[in-house]
């Protein structure tokens, strides 16, 4: 109600709304008081006091209060347009009516203050259970290649000797992996906390879409092993303004997510496209898609498909989300007619794109 | 690995589990290795032992790894390879522009590791040597004496500046460039801050000289910092 005003302008809003609604009120009762007992009149103040209440904070209720007994008594209580009171028992009212716009405008403060704490607690209460839910999947995912290393190194330290060749280069292999999957859980998570704080600069400078698919595809390198991927990026498509690191990093999540996704020999397909506004990059395979409906959940943290090979963090995508965001675009993900999934995202473009030096040849 | 005839190297690296992977990694590999945990030690040894490389991890205790570099440069030409975090390429893009050879970002590999000493040795012994005539890596060859550019069998028409640039990669093949490193050498000292240039002509360099421009093999991006012209 009043909360969505910063606290200066509304106390001033509040008091100006208490002396405009007890002069509404006053004018209402003005136009219609031959029609009307004096009771009745006292009900019309008593309605505008309720609405002051509902709609500001204590201070003006108070002031709407007072205002209304006092302008009852100038304009409905004989005499006429005077504060002076022949008929002593209109005291007794004016006490009456003060008493109860008070306790009105005391207890629908109290209402409105026991609503903010309940959101409060409200928006608290889910962010504490995001935050135990993501801490509670971070410790799992953090021990179980910890337990993987440590069990694999000490197995080498306390009985190497006895193992055979291929069980020990078994065990560093198992080292190795996991340290990698370790180190890509700890960047997700610090990538996450960087965009989540705000902490994220974007630095934008004028790049060809080509040279970031380019750099994404080649640090994947073995990770996509003999994985066919086709790319379809226009020579004229124009340069767009974006921070090459954060942008190299979306389309490495995009394509590792579409590794994890879908069986080892199928396509993953890379596009991008150019209109008015800016470009649309597109990263789409031939896995079984998204269950129906989760097509904006997957973007959210700890989101988790049934991965065939390997649990990752719950957070690429949420990061994907994040650095999009953070260049002013937007990231969606759509079934396939054909079958599959695109994770489509869009850069936009305002500024016109920088002049290049005449053609050389 | 016979090439590096027992070179000597100086570890400059205060996280004592990184001198113990790296001592037991490049003696295997055959290298003699001097360690120091702190910057001015490093300086010291690097003066009095006079190393073949230098590895300089960028986060020491007492002097920042970028102040440790240009210390260095101010008197030797030793190739130096930066130890630094993944995520802070400004700092690697300053140690670069220091002086720095080359980096490798933490966690890393040791065949990666390796793969940069090799490329930074080379460079230093090449460099009291007349130039090669021609660079080939892959399916890509060029022709420096005759100014001719090759794809296979297939000879590859370049402008003025595509070719500048590219001799300049195959110059510094196989190490990192910086865009402002390439910007001043082809274009200028003026332009050293349109990268947006660089990154158009590279886009056609690899459209003329890459199977799939999307997909180099050649002509490498390191995002945020630079490129690099692979040559193995």
């Known amino acids: ?361 | 690995m016979t090439d590096n005839e027992e070179a000597l190297v100086l570890l400059i690296e205060d996280e004592a589990q990184i001198r113990r992977f790296l001592r037991a990694a490049l003696g295997a590999h055959g290298y003699r290795l001097v360690e120091s945990t702190t910057g001015e030690d490093g300086l010291v040894q690097a003066a009095t032992r006079l190393p073949d490389l230098v590895i300089v991890d960028l986060g020491l205790p007492d002097l920042d790894g970028v102040d440790v570099i240009r210390k260095l440069r101010e008197w030797a030409s030793v190739p130096i390879i930066v130890l630094s975090a993944r995520g802070q390429e400004r700092d690697k893009i300053t140690a670069l522009d220091a002086g720095a050879d080359d980096y490798v970002s933490k966690p890393f590999g040791v065949g990666e590791l390796l793969a940069r000493m090799r490329v930074a040795l080379r460079h230093a012994s090449s460099a009291k040597e007349p130039d090669q005539p021609t660079f080939t890596v892959g399916d890509l060859k060029v022709d420096l004496a005759h100014r001719k550019v090759f794809t296979g069998d297939k000879e590859v028409h370049l402008t003025p500046i595509e070719f500048k640039l590219l001799t300049t990669l195959v110059r510094y093949a196989g190490k990192v460039l910086t865009h402002r490193q390439l910007l001043k050498e082809v274009w200028g000292p003026p332009y050293a801050d349109q990268a947006h240039y660089l990154r158009v002509y590279m886009a056609q360099l690899r459209r003329k000289l890459e199977a799939d421009p999307a997909r180099p093999r050649y002509f490498l991006t390191e995002p945020g910092v630079g490129y690099r012209l692979a040559s193995e």
């Open chain 1, 1 to 361: 109600m009043s909360s969505h005003v910063s606290p200066l302008p509304a106390d001033w809003a509040g008091y100006g709304l208490a002396v405009m609604v007890v002069s509404l009120c006053t004018a209402v009762s003005w136009a219609i008081h031959s029609h009307l007992e004096l009771s009745n009149i006292i009900m019309v103040y008593l309605l505008g006091v309720v609405g002051v209440s509902a709609w500001t904070s204590r201070g003006p209720s108070l002031l709407a209060s007072v205002l209304s007994v006092l302008a009852f008594d100038f304009f409905f209580v004989p005499p006429y347009l005077s504060f002076t009171v022949l008929d002593s028992q209109y005291l007794i009212t004016f006490a009456v009516m003060l008493v109860v716009a008070l306790v009105i405008s005391t207890l629908a403060d109290r209402i409105r203050r026991q609503a903010e704490a309940a959101r409060a607690a409200q928006v608290s209460a889910e962010t504490e259970r995001l935050r135990n839910a993501l801490l509670s999947s971070v410790s799992h995912d953090l021990r179980t290649p910890l337990a993987s290393i440590t069990g694999s190194a000490s197995s080498l330290l306390e009985s190497g000797e006895h193992l055979d060749a291929v069980t020990r280069r078994e065990l560093l292999q198992a080292i190795h992996e996991e340290a990698d999957r370790l180190n890509r859980l700890v960047q997700d998570l610090l990538e996450m906390t960087r965009l989540e704080s705000g902490a994220v600069i974007v630095r934008r400078e004028w790049h060809p879409i080509e040279e970031l698919v380019g750099a994404a595809l080649g640090r994947l390198g073995k990770r996509l092993g003999a994985r066919p991927v086709l790319t379809r990026i226009p020579a004229d498509l124009p340069l767009v303004p974006l921070d090459g690191v954060l942008i190299e990093q979306l389309l490495i999540n995009l394509i590792d997510n579409a590794l994890k996704y879908t069986p080892e020999t199928s396509p993953i397909e890379i596009a991008a496209f150019g209109d008015d506004d800016g470009v649309m990059v597109e990263v789409a395979d031939r896995g079984p898609g998204l269950p129906p409906g989760d097509e904006r959940r997957v973007f959210d943290k700890l989101y988790r498909g049934q991965a065939k090979a390997g649990r990752g963090s719950g957070l690429g995508l949420a990061i994907c989300r994040g650095i999009v965001e953070a260049h002013g675009g937007r990231i969606w993900a759509e079934n396939r007619s054909e079958g599959g999934v695109a994770f489509r995202f869009t850069l936009p473009v305002k500024e016109t794109p920088p002049s290049i030096p005449p053609g050389d040849d």
